[in-house]
């Protein structure tokens, strides 16, 4: 299962392989990576149909935006599910999130532990 | 006719101002003795006693020539000399005719009709003078006038001068005050321009806040969950150990070390942003010091983003900045051009999300808004660009933009400072030079040059 988060602080790919070092090491989960809105729909065209099945995403990222990137993958890529993760944690934000079709919505600093938690329902359902 | 008589009109006159000339007091005393003199020689010589009265009809003689004399020689009595020349020739003829008369009555009667046409022919001559005189007198009189008008004039002109110092002195009084009003005003606007220097930097450091909070978020997040996970690769390392995997367990520590140095990259980062704060939010010391202008310029263009987009959910932009790597440090007051630079890539942002509002209610919705910082090393120093893609500067308000409270923004949303203190900022406190291009409906670029070499 192939999993893609976005995210301009580019570290956090680092962060994510070693939180999810046994899962990737198990080949039961894929990561992949995109710094920015932009280069996350590049990645999802890149491949037909796309292996990503799930999507984490920044919000607060220069250009387009997560919740724009949000849009765009639920108008391009309908049963890609998509959840965000964001310093602001507003009810705005969230709302927006939730309108859009977001799955959930984490606040940073991450929880790794749902986020895992989720990450393992999807692995468990996907096998 | 007497001649005692004539010498009492001449000394009476002699002793008489004429015109604007007045005879002094002395001679007035001497003059009045003479008429005395005179009118004991007139009594004496009516009373016709025996021998007496001819002697004093001589001393008259006497009397008459020595007033004469007096009266032409003295240039105090200069002014009375026609009158004595109008009555001498009577005077000469009576002396004549009593002298004659002594010597000898016979000549006298043989001669008398000579003395009576000679008297007859001094007459006249004396109202000829007096005619002379009174015209002279008159024309004196008419100067001695003049010369009043001219001490009532000079007596006006001084009471002006009078009138006028005291004016002078009021006005000068009044505009001291004035002076001293204005001096206190003046010292209290400097005190209110002060406070709001300070209210702008608030103001800025209040804008900031959301965006710190984020930047910090963002590298805690980093600390935290990096130690978080190398505890967990410890344990797994132990675990590797255990089963044997020695490889595996070295990977895993080599993980471990790179975890702890993005610890520390992160603890340093919010420890830089923390200090650009305080930075920040201090009153400027004035303190030189060599500066990373690249980083600084990186640091304020995402605390200026995160800020923005902190207070406003819905406000997106692209932003980038390029750098010059060759550039050396230099040496500037970093909060102050952190200050500028944050002011700066505010109004750009400012900008461009107000075009991207207009166009969006014109049903455009593919527009981007952004702000690119670039950095230059020149020749001589720095230039920093801070250009936007929004709304533009018109040309007629391009060189009103720096003057203090020039505003475009609605009321409340600016104070109107920020970039007339980015303008001192970078002319007075850095020697440099702060210029605007711009071109309506496109873009808008703010050049600054900081020259290096300055202490």
Redesign the interface.
Request: glycine share 0%; net charge negative; charged share 30%.
């Given at each position: 299962m192939k999993i893609l988060i976005v995210d301009d602080e580019k570290d956090v790919e680092m962060l994510f392989r070693q939180k999810f070092r046994k899962e990737v090491k198990s080949g039961m989960l894929e990561l992949a990576f995109a710094f920015s809105g932009e280069e996350a729909l590049q990645v999802l065209g890149s491949e037909h149909p796309p292996k990503v099945v799930y999507v984490f995403s920044d919000i607060n990222m220069p250009g387009m935006n997560g919740l724009e990137l949000l849009e765009n993958i639920k108008q391009q890529f309908p049963h890609i599910q998509v959840s965000m993760i964001s310093a602001y944690g507003d009810l705005q934000n969230y709302e927006k999130a939730m309108e859009s079709g977001a799955k959930e919505f984490f606040t940073k600093p991450i929880d790794f532990t749902t986020l895992k938690a989720e990450v393992n329902k999807l692995i468990e359902r996907h096998n | 006719m007497n001649l005692g008589f004539i010498l009492l009109i001449l000394l009476y006159y002699l002793q008489r101002s004429m015109g604007p000339i007045e005879v002094s007091q002395e001679w007035k005393r001497i003059i009045k003795g003479g008429m005395a003199v005179a009118g004991i020689l007139l009594t004496i010589a009516k009373l016709g006693i025996g021998y007496i009265s001819p002697l004093a009809g001589m001393l008259n003689f006497i009397l008459g020539g020595i007033i004469v004399y007096v009266t032409i020689r003295n240039p105090e009595l200069q002014h009375r000399k026609g009158m004595i020349y109008a009555w001498l020739p009577i005077m000469a003829i009576m002396v004549l005719e009593t002298i004659t008369e002594m010597i000898s009555s016979s000549l006298y009667n043989s001669l008398e009709i000579y003395f009576e046409s000679a008297g007859g022919f001094a007459i006249l001559w004396a109202i000829v003078m007096w005619i002379n005189n009174t015209k002279q007198r008159k024309a004196l009189e008419k100067e001695k006038q003049k010369a009043l008008e001219k001490e009532k004039e000079y007596k006006i002109t001084e009471a002006l001068k009078t009138q006028l110092e005291k004016q002078v002195a009021e006005r000068t009084t009044e505009l001291t005050k004035q002076k001293n009003e204005l001096v206190k005003a003046l010292d209290e606007l400097k005190a209110a321009q002060t406070q709001l220097i300070h209210a702008e930097k608030m103001a800025s450091l209040g804008e900031l806040t959301a965006g710190i909070a984020?930047e910090i978020?963002?590298p805690?997040?980093?600390v935290?969950?990096?130690s978080?996970?190398s505890t967990?690769?410890i344990e797994?390392a132990k675990e590797e150990l255990a089963s044997g995997n020695q490889e595996e367990a070295i990977e895993i520590l080599s993980?471990l070390k790179?975890?702890l140095e993005?610890i520390m990259v992160?603890g340093k980062r919010a420890d830089s942003i923390v200090k650009g704060m305080l930075l920040h939010s201090r009153s400027s010391t004035g303190q030189k010091e060599p500066t990373d202008i690249n980083e600084l310029a990186d640091e304020y263009l995402r605390l200026s983003?995160?800020g923005l987009?902190?207070k406003d959910?819905s406000f997106?932009?692209?932003?980038?900045i390029e750098t010059d790597d060759s550039l050396e440090k230099i040496n500037v007051v970093p909060g102050d051009v952190g200050r500028v630079l944050l002011n700066l890539i505010n109004n750009g942002f400012y900008a461009a999300d107000e075009k991207k509002r207009e166009l969006n209610q014109k049903g455009v919705n593919d527009f981007?808004p952004s702000v690119i910082v670039k950095t230059h090393a020149t020749n001589s120093g720095v230039k920093i660009t801070v250009r936007d893609n929004g709304k533009g500067i018109p040309t007629s308000i391009q060189n009103k933009i720096f003057q203090p409270f020039f505003t475009t923004k609605p009321t409340g949303k600016g104070t109107g400072l920020g970039l007339s203190m980015s303008y001192d900022i970078i002319t007075k406190g850095h020697n440099g030079r702060l210029e605007v291009k711009s071109k309506p409906d496109e873009f808008t670029e703010f050049e600054i040059f900081i020259p290096k070499n300055e202490s």
């Open positions: - | 984020h978020q963002n805690l997040n980093f935290n969950n990096f978080d996970v967990e690769l797994e993980d790179s975890n993005k992160h983003y995160h987009r902190a959910k997106n932009a692209d932003f980038k981007l």
